[in-house]
């Protein structure tokens, strides 16, 4: 009797929870599939395209990161607040998502005035125009695709869907369209175009298949949302600041070839912050809406046993990956 109740308790929390589990079941698809391209295509990168044009690829990206925190301003963390607040609320939602997207593109449009600019007129950027030209476009993936609003909505399967389908088309046309060294830029290129289909895709799911519709949004607003954002993010800046700074460091004083083999050692650490990120992603719209401490607290605890367990792994593979990955380049080196 004890087991049968036991059974029906734990069965009604998973049901009661399904909509966090189908979540999690979603990212946790993308992160794995995130975690695995770059061991796909990093070692037909380097040793195609070199070490040094490879860190040129990685170091303009990085730029492009901090150019995509920009052009978010702390709307991604905000919009998913506000979304999971009037999920209920058609009009409202409408409201919202005209909002963030109105500010998100007259701040990319300024953005990319001044970028063209910066590269065109610095001799560090000209000599590599095409890659750092390239390169700002990836914030297309800023710009059009609306993680807050699917976070919000709880509906993650949209944003693994899209993100899965568009990372495999780019993991093939990478072996297709890299073939020399002076095919180096393409890689920004064909980034940039999978950010614009993403967009696009996301848009039509947005505006067609969910039935959402843009509205022009006063100027009240729009203020509203960039005074909401702010301390966000300044708070995005500063923890991006933190983890990302040391490429363009590396890149700055040491030299593109240790961009390279920086940023793929960058990407094994990161495993270990996945699981954080998935849990995060997945729970943050359910604590906005019902402010659950004691669910907070059991989700931090599990996140500290699996980083425990994560850890172990990655310093037990590591030599072998990287042997893998960076070995025969090192050794010709």
Known sequence: MNIYKCFQRYKYKIFNNRILLTNFSYLAILQIFIM???????????????????????FAQSISTYLSLIINFGFNIYGVRQVALYKEDQVELNRIIS??????????FFLLLGWLLLISKLQFFSQYYWAYFYSFFITFNELLFPVWLFQGLERMKYITIINV???????????????????????PLLNAIGALI??????????????????????SAMILYVKEGF????????IQIYTNINK?????????????????????????RMP?????????P?????KELVFVNKMMIIVFFINIILCSIIILLTPTIMNFVLGNVLRSG
């Open 248 to 272: 363009l460091l590396v890149g700055g004083f040491l030299g593109m070839e240790d961009v390279s083999i920086y940023d793929f050692c960058e990407k094994i650490v990161s495993l270990v």
């Open 276 to 284: 954080v990120s998935i849990i995060y992603q997945t729970i943050f």
């Open 99 to 108: 909002t963030i997207y109105t500010n998100k593109f007259i701040i990319w």
């Open 165 to 187: 389908l568009v990372r495999s088309l780019f993991i093939i046309l990478i072996f297709f369209v890299i073939k020399e060294k002076i095919d180096y830029y393409y890689v």
């Open 36 to 58: 695995l391209s770059p061991l796909i295509t990093y070692p037909y990168l380097i040793r195609v395209v070199g070490l040094e044009l490879n860190g040129v690829v990685v």
């Open 198 to 219: 993403a967009g696009l895709l996301s848009f039509w799911i947005v505006f067609v298949k969910l039935g959402f519709k843009y509205i022009i949004p006063s100027y």
């Open 231 to 238: 301390p966000l993010f300044i708070s995005s800046v500063s």
């Open 286 to 290: 359910k604590v906005s809406r019902e």
